[in-house]
């Protein structure tokens, strides 16, 4: 969890150690238990019937069924489930298949009797071929009418009309057991189930011939005694087609009994429980063993562990993002600390605040006020991420707000604080990216209060179903309000401490070294005027380019003040400090002496830097402004010395000690300085000259590899050249002539010494 880092990504897992792994893991065990209750009681183990021997109060929320209410839900509900009954219309189809086949076969016969011309008596034939019309006279009678199709029709008819949907069932009293909790007929055939909404439609037998019997009408062609004779028949076929499924009945019950949810008893934090003296009946008795049952100590040990596991899960996802997104792998280590820390302060004031509404929540008499969540929203939810933004960078404190988000969530176990938390983490962490001063951070703490007042209102709209309270909903508001105030003064007290512990730069301490009323400052503008100022022109040309393309306008600004502090040692031997003397005093030193006071000021700038004890970022800039670049004058100078024999100078003599950039920041400042240097040799310059003289000092140093160790990008790139075009180009405008005055009379013969001069001030 807690990782070494000094490589790259890759590398830094295969750097840890057993320190580093136990301090990981430590991290994770105290945020768990910031997140955890151990309130603990010992609870007796009383029978139904006992009389209780002393108060018993609920140490926390917690739910337990109601055994009763819930076994007379499950029979109020077992009394609405409808029996299954299977409508197999197969049965149907059977008795009119073996209707019509008997006829077309008695057909048949007919036919077959009358083709021998023999006079055979076919009727015994019929009551042998089809015995089940061997009833009374029934078979005569269709033997007159030769079987005909209409006669088959009809009597076909007739039975399905008695035994049509919804059914015949055997009896009525299958039926009457389920009249009140309703039916299910289950088609065998397509399998779908319809609820039959009058169980009365349902004939028994006996209804389905009666049927038959007030449909006797429909016999067409026959006399009365015929008619009788056929429905008597007919009522045979009638056999029921509806029958109870058992087995459909039962499942469907389980189906209905899976949906129905235990009575649970809401029981919150404080509640008495029993009472000295109280008899223990069914309901205290189930709800001292629900509260035995949390409070063992497996039960505990287990949802410490499902906390700490979801702690670990979150805080390794931190560690994560800095692995994977986070360039400066120089500070991983503290970055992580610092947010481990800022995480723990943060939980630990949430906790004390939470304890202290409990505390007041009880004593209080005030209806309205006696909810102890009430006063959660006192809690200065917002501290953590308002350090987070100020100390490390945005994109840490949105992950930072996400968790602790979830913890508070965990802590609480309301999902309103949740969002509450987030919604004002996200706002702090919106409102202090662009501060600049300390002042500012308590502004924003009255931003963030009123973020936190809506975001309650907005909870309670949501919650409220019919309408809330106007008097507790106004306390909370109040209280939100509060939050934000009590929360950005936390972080303002908090914030130098832990600018000093991790020796983290914040705006507020770059705003503090950018006052030119500095001491080393003013010191620069009497020793050093020359470099002074040019120190102010590479500021604004470093601004204009950090603010193109993203970078740090501060630090940029800051660091351009003091890149060249080093020259106060020996300011008379740069060039831009020599207004009153005439001569050059490298004119009378050899080249490489020149190159080596040139590059001192590089560490005498670091040794002044150290003894001012200027914070890391800025100290930085002054060795990586100039890199290794080349020293192009005295190195041609030597060259030149040398009588022809290159071999003899070597170029890596020439070169300034390094490092190379390291940062965006520091390839701005390093372009800014050659640019101001540069601009200086121009007199009334066009645009395309500022534009091609940016352009080939932008190739150069990229030739020369100096932006090989920063993450500088070519558009990037590209849009600081753009930005110090219109900076140069503003340093370049046009005046009109004082009239009575010629401020160039004697200039021209100056004009190639100060060339010559100024081309070796641009190294």
Known sequence: MFLGSNQGGGHLIAQLNLLEIFVG??????VAFLLFEFEFQSIPDYQIGDIADRN???????????????FEKEEETRRTVPAVFDLDLKINNRITAEFR???????????????????????????????????????????????????????????????????????????????????VLRNTISKEDELLQDWTALRDQNQARDLLRQNEYQLTGLAGEEKKEIINFLESWIVPNVSYNASASRDTEQLYMQEVNPVLIQIKKGRTLVRTGDEIKTTEKAILDQLMELQQPRSSLGKFAGILLIVIFFLFAAWQYLLSYQKQFKKIRSYYLLLALILCANLLVTRICIFLAEVVGERLRLESLQNPSEFYFLAPVAFGAILTILLVDIQLSVLF?????????????????????????????????????????IKGGGVIGLVNGLTVVALQL???????????????????????FF???????????????????????????????????????????????????????AEAAAGAIGA???????????????????????????????????????????SLILASHVKDGLALADELKLVSEVRDLIPQHHGTRVMNFFYQKAKDASDGKERAVKKDDFRYPGPKPQSKEAAILMLADQMEAAARTLQNPSPSQIRSMTRRLIQSTIEDQQFDECDITMQELDNILRAFERVITGMHHHRIEYPGFDFNQGAEEKQFDQTQAESQRIQ
Do not use: W
């Open 462 to 484: 949501f919650t409220s179903d019919v309408g809330f309270q106007f008097a507790p909903l106004l306390v909370r508001i109040l209280f939100g309000i509060t939050s934000g």
């Open 56 to 70: 018993i109060e609920a140490p926390y929320d917690f739910t337990v069924a109601d055994q009763e209410a819930t």
């Open 552 to 594: 740090n306008i501060l630090l940029v600004r800051v660091g351009a003040y003091y890149h060249d502090i080093g020259k106060l040692k020996n300011p008379e031997y740069y060039i831009e400090n020599q207004f009153y003397t005439t001569s050059n005093k490298h004119e009378t030193l050899s080249p490489s002496m020149s």
């Open 25 to 30: 893991f430590g991290v994770c065990l105290v």
């Open 487 to 541: 929360a950005a003064m936390l972080a303002s007290l908090c914030l130098p401490i832990l600018e000093y512990m991790f020796n983290i730069t914040t705006d507020v301490k770059l705003l503090e070294l950018s006052n030119l009323n500095n001491p080393v400052l003013r010191r620069l503008a009497a020793e050093a005027p020359g470099t002074y100022h040019h120190s102010i022109i590479v500021g604004s040309l």
């Open 401 to 441: 707000a996400l968790i602790f988000a979830v913890f508070v969530g965990l802590l609480t176990e309301q999902m309103g604080m949740f969002v509450y938390s987030l919604t004002g983490s996200l706002a702090a962490i919106y409102l202090m990216g662009t501060y600049r001063d300390r002042v500012a951070i």
């Open 101 to 183: 086949g008997a006829f077309a076969e008695a057909r048949r016969l007919i036919v077959e009797e009358r083709a021998t011309s023999e006079g055979v008596d076919i009727l015994p034939i019929l009551r042998e071929r089809l015995p089940r019309f061997a009833q009374g006279g029934v078979l005569e009678i269709c033997l007159q009418r030769s079987f005909s199709s209409d006669l088959e029709n009809q009597m076909v008819g007739l039975v399905q009309e008695g035994m049509k949907s919804p059914g015949v069932v055997l009896s009525r009293d299958t039926l009457l057991p389920y009249q009140a909790q309703g039916l």
